[in-house]
């Protein structure tokens, strides 16, 4: 199974938005939970969102609570990150990832399949 992380990031001002899509192949990907993290500069890869196989259960880390939306779509093999309101703090990397695990697992370590990074920068 393999992710791509379709272009979505890029520069935004603080209070703006962006979304993020991040398509699966493979026969199975819809059985798969799928979560989004980032990694900022010289920062750990941190948990940012998932969400379960049939897009009914959510998790958020608490410092996108309320800013971000993650959703799915199974019939296109595709999760999208809706990120608004952004912060210069939110600022990295993002990377999807495939896993069977649930929407609240936090550590990276329990995703298998990993898509390539996209920047996300948000200016002040």
């Known amino acids: 199974q393999v992710q791509r992380v379709e272009p979505g990031g890029g520069l935004v001002q603080a209070g703006g938005s962006l979304r993020l899509s991040c398509v699966a192949s493979?026969?199975?990907?819809?059985?798969?939970?799928m979560g989004w993290f980032r990694q900022a500069p010289g920062k750990e890869r941190e948990f940012v969102s998932a969400i379960n196989w049939s897009g009914g259960s959510t998790h958020y880390a608490e410092s996108v609570k309320g800013r971000f939306t993650i959703s799915r779509d199974n019939a296109k093999n595709t999760v999208y990150l809706q990120m608004n309101n952004l912060k210069p703090e939110d600022t990295a990397v993002y990377y999807c990832?495939?896993?069977?695990?649930?929407?609240?697992?936090?550590?990276?370590?329990?995703?298998?399949?990993w898509g390539q990074g996209t920047q996300v920068t948000v200016s002040s």
């Open positions: 990832a495939a896993g069977l695990v649930l929407p609240t697992a936090i550590s990276p370590n329990g995703y298998d399949y």
């Open positions: 493979g026969r199975t990907a819809s059985s798969y939970a």
